[in-house]
């Protein structure tokens, strides 16, 4: 299987200030036909999970511009440009590769 | 808009099974492929398997191969994941989600339903 690991798992933030998360997977996520299998999912509390970014960095319908998904291979990056309170929550990464599907530890942004 | 409605939070006792739904609306049902991920308290999201609503072929993970089955009901629009021999271990939130396959993402999920296991 997959290992997906996030950093930091909480991340304190000021609002308006940048936030970034990291996610690597164990073994490279670059399909043969040149898209990462990656995606990054928000769960605001008491929610259920909403997705932001797919194929590592496309946004979602609806998604803020605010929010950029980056890399390739096995580094992968969620950025922030300016949190807002709404942002709270964690956020998720997760390979859609091959099966099992699986997910990181997760990241909880919180406002300072 | 496609929407996902699970059925209700569900008490068990260990060793004993719950089978939980997932209506999903819209009008190209047989095209979804719905998967089930699971959340424990405190751990990380877990994906227990997929189903494809149109011919209802199913794959599972490892971990749950023997105790998870899924089945749908083209009729209802609904899809079904009932898990057997249950220990507090499969205490969770379970969500089923729908795949947008241009995506290779989850771009619909349902409401999760909570799943409680006691002895």
């Known amino acids: 299987d997959i290992v997906m690991t996030q950093s930091p798992l909480s991340l304190p933030v000021t609002p308006g200030e940048p936030a970034s998360i990291s996610c690597r997977s164990s073994?490279?996520?670059?399909?043969?036909?040149?898209?990462?299998?990656l995606a990054w999912y928000l769960q605001k509390p008491g929610k259920s999970p909403q997705l932001l970014i797919y194929?590592?960095?496309n946004r979602a319908s609806g998604v803020p511009v605010r929010f950029t998904g980056s890399g390739s291979g096995t580094d992968f990056t969620l950025k922030i440009s300016r949190v807002e309170a709404d942002d709270v929550g964690v956020y998720y990464c997760?390979?859609?590769?091959?099966?099992?599907?699986?997910f990181g530890g997760g990241t909880k942004v919180e406002i300072k | 808009q496609v929407h996902l409605v699970q059925s209700g939070a569900e008490v068990k006792k260990s060793g004993a099974s719950v089978k939980v739904s997932c209506k999903a609306s819209?009008?190209?049902?047989?095209?979804?492929?719905i998967h089930w991920v699971r959340q424990a308290p405190g751990q990380r999201l877990e994906w227990v398997g997929w189903?494809?609503?149109?011919?209802?072929?199913?794959k599972y993970s490892q971990r749950f191969q023997g105790r998870a089955t899924m089945t749908r009901d083209t009729s209802a629009s609904t899809v079904y994941m009932e898990l057997t021999s249950l220990t507090s271990e499969d205490s969770a939130v379970y969500y089923c989600?729908?795949?947008?396959?241009?995506?290779?993402?989850?771009?619909?999920w349902g409401q999760g339903t909570m799943v409680t296991v006691s002895s």
């Open positions: 989600a729908k795949v947008q396959p241009d995506f290779e993402a989850f771009d619909i």
């Open positions: 819209g009008h190209t049902f047989s095209n979804y492929a």
């Open positions: 189903i494809n609503a149109g011919n209802g072929k199913t």
């Open positions: 073994q490279s996520l670059l399909h043969s036909n040149g898209y990462n299998y």
């Open positions: 194929l590592g960095s």
């Open positions: 997760m390979h859609t590769l091959q099966t099992p599907f699986t």
